[in-house]
């Protein structure tokens, strides 16, 4: 007798979540256009580039399964070494910097009492300006008879420097565009991360006796670490991806020495110039792989203490 009752009892709990299920149907179709398109540009390619990585293929003749031979070559490439020291050196001539600036502007800006909004609109202009129109901008600023720095530094009695035609001066010109364009992205992040920061504890330090370099230094920073990590990961994302600065700056072959080859400008001259799409996925997923190990490195260090429990 309780069998016979359980038995429909069961079987209707387990229908009763698929017809749940499918009563939302039109909650899934109007978010189905977001999965298609990332399915479409987002998931096929990455899966693509694994395959890819693995085969050999011109883009016009039939792919050729390889194994391990793209990432055989890539470690003894000397170039793709090169390029992967040069993007590192970029990174922290430009991130360290731009982060550091940036966290001073916040804090000025914080403190400012008129002309506050006008600021932010001027910080956050070199943002959102054509990368490839500040790239030329940049490039007429360094160059070596006309350029605006090697003006100064006549006026100043220091001879000119050839900016874009040694390895360092590539480096210092690609950083130093850079930093004007993230600084002031980077401002205003931390500002608003500022004006979250309680104002009762700056009163309390205050109160205390506490300089503004002890206040910046206990409660500033300590407060803002979120917003730090935040900024840390997405400038190693972008810092390590870098690509039109010295593309538009030295060129395709990298300038000088290839000083100014970064990874990814590697990999566009081994796909699209080359015409070498598998050892160009190959390259894509060491790309892939250094971003991975920068970010991760990132978190660990800036992370809280309390996020290790």
Known sequence: MTATVTVPAARATTAAPKRRIWSYWRFYLALSPFYILFAVFGLYPMLSTIVLAFQRWDGLSARRFTGLDNFAFLVKDPTFWQSLENTVVLFLMSTVPTLVIALLLAVMLQSAVRFTNVYRIAYFIPNVTSLVAMAIFFSSIFSTNFGLVNAALRSLGIPQQDWLGQPWGIKIAISTMIVWQWVGYNTLIYLAGLQAIPKDQYEAAKVDGAGAVRTFFAITL??????????????????????????????????????????????????????????????????????????????????????DR
């Not at 994302?237 to 080859?261: A, D």
């Not at 894509?284 to 309390?306: H, P, Q, Y």
């Open 222 to 307: 300590p407060q803002l670490r979120p917003v730090v990590l935040f900024t840390v990961v997405m400038s190693t994302i972008g810092g390590l991806q870098t690509f039109t600065e010295p593309q538009v700056m030295v060129g395709n072959s990298g300038g000088t020495g290839q000083s100014g080859m970064t990874v990814v400008l590697f990999f566009y001259r081994a796909a699209f110039l080359d015409n070498d799409y598998g050892y160009a996925a190959a390259i894509a997923l060491s790309i892939f792989a250094l971003v991975l190990l920068f970010t991760a490195i990132n978190w660990r260090i800036f992370r809280g203490r309390g996020e």
